[in-house]
Structure formats: structure tokens, C-alpha cells
């Protein structure tokens, strides 16, 4: 049995070392498996960060472009305001030169109205006075309200053609 043994045992020793090496052989295939799936899913994770990094570089313009608008829109509010407060600066001076100008009439009015009221004063007086010196002169009243001749009647004048008849 002697030279059998040591046949036996590089046998042994071969199939130790076979099945080392399919061990080997299945560790690597596994570990290739796994570095496959590894970088898949290294790709599929790079792929989402430049979907995300354009989506950031996009949301920063829309950001930028919505901030350049916000200073638009703050500069025509401000220019608006600016606006309505000579709109409304105008308005108060036009105001002011309307009620000026209400109370100028007023006072022409007021001294308009006390003119006339001296005048009918002075033609009530004048009248009286007249008055007065006709019973002192015994004259006659200058109108006595009576019509002395009547007034004369229009006559009916024919209408030509394309007049217009009014009645």
C-alpha cells in the first residue's frame, strides 16, 4: 500500500487544490457578479446626479429669472408709487385752485347779489320818487297797465314746396 499512498495522496492533494480553485473560480464569479451589479448601479446613481445636477443648473435659472422679474416688477412699483403721489400732489393743487377759484365766484356772487339788491333799493327809491312828483305835479301815471290798441293779427302765408310745416 505504500506506493498507492503517496498516489492517494497527490490525488488528494490535486482534488484539494481543484476544489480550491472552483471555490476560487465561484468567489470570483460571484464577486464579478457583484462588481457588474455594482457598477450598474453606480451608472444608474451617476445617471441620477447628472439628472439632478441639470435639474439644479435649470432651478437655479428659473431662480435667477424669477429674482430678475421680483426686481422688475419692485423697480415699476416703486415707479407707480412714485407716480401716484405726484397724481395725487396734482390732484390736491388742482383741488385747491378749484375751490380758489369756487369761492372767487362765491364772493362775485355775494357782491354781485348786494350790487343788484343797492340797485333795486335805488330803483324802489327812484320809482317813489317819480311817484312822488307826479301827485305833486298832478301828471298822469306813465302806464296804467291797459293795452290802448290791440295787436295786429299774422296772416297765414302759404307753404311752398319743401318747407317745412312746424305745427
Not at 55 to 84: F, P
Not at 97 to 126: G, N, P, T, Y
Request: aromatic share 2%; with cysteine.
Amino acid at each position: 500500500m505504500a506506493p498507492s499512498a503517496p498516489r492517494t495522496r497527490a490525488a488528494a492533494a490535486l482534488r484539494m487544490k481543484q476544489i480550491a480553485l472552483d471555490n476560487q473560480d465561484r468567489t470570483i464569479r460571484r464577486l464579478r457578479a457583484q462588481l457588474a451589479t455594482e457598477r450598474r448601479g453606480l451608472a444608474a446613481t451617476k445617471k441620477e446626479l447628472k439628472e439632478t445636477q441639470v435639474a439644479l443648473e435649470a432651478s437655479h435659472k428659473v431662480i435667477a429669472g424669477l429674482t430678475e422679474i421680483g426686481v422688475s416688477m419692485s423697480k415699476k412699483i416703486e415707479k407707480m408709487k412714485v407716480k401716484k403721489q405726484l397724481v395725487k400732489a396734482n390732484h390736491v393743487e388742482c383741488h385747491q385752485k378749484f375751490q380758489a377759484r369756487i369761492h372767487e365766484a362765491e364772493d362775485s356772487m355775494q357782491a354781485q347779489h348786494l350790487l343788484i339788491e343797492a340797485l333795486v333799493d335805488e330803483k324802489d327809491s327812484l320809482l317813489q320818487t317819480i311817484h312822488d312828483l307826479q301827485e305833486a305835479n298832478n301828471a298822469p301815471a306813465p302806464f296804467d297797465g291797459d293795452w290802448e290798441e290791440e295787436p295786429e293779427e299774422i296772416e297765414d302765408i302759404p307753404l311752398g314746396e319743401g318747407e317745412i310745416d312746424d305745427e
